[in-house]
């Protein structure tokens, strides 16, 4: 995968498009065309070159297919050849590049991973209560209808609801939008919420298999990001294990959701600091 992504990444025109995609997220062809001044045939190959290499991602709204940023892979790559030196003082340098260049942006994930598994089976994993406690430790419970509460729910006999949240979308088996919201926010799973991230679950037949792509958008800074940017990995991982073989992996990936709390309580202070 390596060689694909130094491929990639080693035309111009590719690294415009990803520079592009990491300005304004979810950008349609026609819209991607504009940013190079290109012809459509020629930047859907250029695009083509990135997905394969896992460097973006497609998901389908409506009759529009938006293109997204994934960073799994470039990240892949600082671990290998950036950790090892001196990490912290490259991460505070990046913190105030972004902040003087992109003040107002407010950051998003996607990621994708192909499943053996059917539509069907994926989206009762994503909604079912006692599925969810086994690959993510947390019961997620509700009736998935629009407009209804959902609850992450621990499952170590405390009933603490870490997480809370609206169902915006629900069109089974292949599109559930959510909010991710703080519990302790009295208005946390009405509309009255403020300004809640969004995570959309889109479930795609891929040849025999299924591709889901997780879209998590509207975070708010880099500890939420980089939670998330942990989190999500690592819960798929266990699901596609629990779906393909019948059990989830050797070691769960719980740290997600402290890392996720603190996120969400920051992001829960910094709205009432706002207010």
Not at 32 to 60: P, Y
Not at 64 to 83: C, F, G, S, T
Not at 210 to 228: C, F, K, P, S, Y
Not at 252 to 270: G, V
């Amino acid at each position: 995968m390596s060689d694909a992504v130094f491929k990639a990444l080693a035309d111009p025109t590719r690294r415009r498009l990803l520079d592009s995609l990491r300005r304004a997220d979810g950008q349609t062809l026609g819209q991607l065309c504009g940013q190079v001044e290109m012809a459509r045939q020629s930047v859907t190959q250029h695009l083509a070159v990135l997905e394969e290499a896992s460097l973006i991602s497609t998901v389908r709204h409506g009759r529009e297919k938006l293109h997204y940023l994934n960073p799994v892979p470039i990240h892949d790559m600082q671990q290998r050849w950036l950790a090892p030196f001196d990490q912290s003082r490259l991460n505070a340098l990046a913190a105030i590049k972004q902040n003087a260049e992109e003040p107002d942006m407010k950051p998003s994930f996607v990621y994708v991973t192909y499943i053996e598994s059917t539509p069907e089976r994926v989206w009762h994993a994503l909604t079912d209560a006692d599925l969810t406690a086994e690959y993510w430790g947390h019961s997620n419970i509700s009736d998935w209808q629009p407009g209804s509460r959902w609850e992450h729910r621990r499952v170590d006999g405390s009933a603490i609801v870490d997480c809370v949240g609206r169902v915006l979308e629900s069109t089974p088996p292949t599109r559930l939008v959510i909010t991710f919201e703080d519990p302790s926010d009295p208005a946390a799973g009405t509309p009255e919420a403020a300004d809640p991230s969004t995570v959309t679950f889109t479930v795609e037949p891929y040849h025999d298999i299924v591709r889901l792509t997780v879209t998590h958008e509207n975070l708010v800074g880099d500890d939420e990001l980089h939670a998330i940017s942990a989190g999500w990995p690592a819960v798929m991982a266990n699901l596609k294990s629990k779906l393909e073989t019948g059990h989830v992996l050797p070691q769960a990936p719980w740290e997600m959701h402290a890392e996720l709390r603190d996120a969400q309580m920051a992001r829960h202070d910094s709205e009432i600091a706002r207010r």
